[in-house]
Nanobody, 118 residues
Framework: QVQLVESGGGLVQPGGSLRLSCAASGSTGSSNAMGWYRQAPGTQRELVATITSGGTTNYADSVKGRFTISRDNAENTVYLQMNSLKPEDTAVYYC????????????WGQGTQVTVSS
């Protein structure tokens, strides 16, 4: 089993910044991908950004140039630095971990609210 604990959400004004953190514990596997997804009311959950344990990153087009994902493999922690936030970034942000080695399970955090509003 894997546990994911998120922190760092909150209320911020448009143009502001927030940093999300997600710490993983348990059977994370020697190779995995960690990332962030978000879900706004009435919409489907969507990819924000992912990063593999080897450092390969992937971003949604809507956040490229504004968000940066990084990780500390020794601490099994992934970060999402969000700059130039827009009201449309408002959503619940979920941490995700996918094991890339057998068993290829997937795990989700409980979610953290990010609200961008003046």
């Amino acid at each position: 089993q894997v546990q994911l604990v998120e922190s760092g959400g909150g209320l911020v004004q448009p143009g502001g910044s927030l940093r999300l953190s997600c710490a993983a514990s348990g059977s994370t596997g020697s190779s995995n991908a960690m990332g962030w997804y978000r879900q706004a009311p009435g919409t489907q959950r969507e990819l924000v950004a992912t990063i593999t344990s080897g450092g390969t990153t992937n971003y949604a087009d809507s956040v490229k140039g504004r968000f940066t994902i990084s990780r500390d493999n020794a601490e099994n922690t992934v970060y999402l630095q969000m700059n130039s936030l827009k009201p449309e970034d408002t959503a619940v942000y979920y941490c995700n971990l996918r094991r890339l080695v057998f068993p290829r399970n997937e795990y989700w955090g409980q979610g953290t609210q990010v609200t961008v509003s003046s």
